[in-house]
């Protein structure tokens, strides 16, 4: 991508943001949407749309603080709220085994797990794989990467550490996704960061677990990554933005979720994982997120 594309997508990106904080302010956040979209879908279409229950799940780093005092307790009042997933973040003591016998017994399934990406130059990316394969996982993902590669050329190596981390997941049955942040979103010499990973990653090898909240904290839309990328994006981070622009419980805040989902199937989006970063009360969000996307129709 050249320095004017980047810039038209920050254009974009911003535009989409600033609208949507205005619309939250007026309340009526969704009625540009469902204006936009009603010769698209149709109205049947867009009222009969919903997130399959099995695809309802809960990324673990939003329950830390009980997890560390009850991983089995709290993976017990997760699958009573309904969720039917898990994504990994984090183990407590515990290790892969030893998890997937909590997960068993409740019924919950691990979909993915969190690995720092030193995991992949240190010699352990096998034993990572391993460990996702016990849990019964789908993807191994890594969350972030280092400060220091935040450059394009940074950017460019950890796209070819990707492919061939990746390969090695294919083999073991496993596909390696990304797992972006805010940081991933910036300009840098005229290049959109996170752009270059999806250019120069194989769609083969190499997917992304889209988290919204930092896909749009720059001005982005983040439907635009399924239009643009389709099928690499099998997970979501389903995390909400306050008006103020920090964290909410899923459907309180200010995201048209309902907007961004109508290009889900488009984007390969498999699993919707509720994030909040820091939650008052872990249980009473999960509550609250869970009972909107079970009720979400788009």
């Given at each position: ?16 943001l ?22 698209e879908?149709?109205d ?38 309904g ?12 290790d ?8 068993d ?11 720092s ?5 240190n ?5 990572a794989?391993?460990d996702?394969r016990?849990?019964?996982g ?11 590669m ?15 981390a990746?390969?090695?997941a ?8 990304f ?18 990973l ?22 982005g839309?983040?439907a635009?990554?399924?239009t ?12 909400d ?42 249980f009473a969000?999960?509550?609250n ?10």
């Amino acid at each position: 991508m050249n320095g004017r594309d980047s810039g038209e997508r920050g254009l974009k990106r911003r535009a989409f943001l600033g609208a949507t904080l205005g619309a939250a302010a007026a309340a009526t956040l969704t009625t540009g949407a469902t204006a936009a979209h009603a010769e698209e879908l149709g109205d049947a279409d867009r009222s009969k749309r919903r997130i399959p229950p099995s695809a309802i799940g809960m990324h673990l780093y939003t329950m830390r603080t009980p997890l560390a005092q009850d991983f089995a307790g709290t993976l017990e009042k997760l699958a009573a709220i309904g969720y039917a997933t898990v994504g990994v973040s984090g183990r407590h003591g515990h290790d892969a085994a030893q998890i997937r016998r909590m997960l068993d017994a409740t019924g919950l399934k691990a979909v993915l797990e969190h690995v720092s990406f030193t995991t992949i130059t240190n010699g352990g990316w096998e034993q990572a794989l391993e460990d996702v394969r016990t849990l019964g996982g789908r993807w191994i993902v890594i969350p972030s990467l280092p400060g220091s590669m935040g450059t394009p050329a940074g950017y460019r190596e950890a796209a070819r550490l990707f492919n061939e981390a990746g390969l090695a997941a294919r083999r073991a049955g496993l596909k390696l996704l990304f797992h972006n942040h805010d940081a991933d979103h910036r300009t840098v010499e005229g290049e959109v960061l996170y752009d270059i990973l999806l250019k120069e990653t194989d769609p083969a090898l190499v997917g992304f677990e889209l988290d919204l909240y930092w896909a749009a904290k720059l001005g982005g839309n983040p439907a635009d990554y399924f239009t643009d990328h389709p099928r690499r994006f099998p997970a979501l981070h389903v995390k909400d933005m306050a008006p103020d622009g920090d964290f909410a419980d899923v459907g309180s805040g200010i995201l048209d979720f309902a907007a961004m989902f109508r290009s889900a199937r488009r984007g390969g989006v498999k699993q919707w994982l509720v994030e909040h970063d820091r939650p008052a009360d872990p249980f009473a969000s999960a509550r609250n997120s869970y009972d909107y996307l079970s009720r979400l129709r788009f």
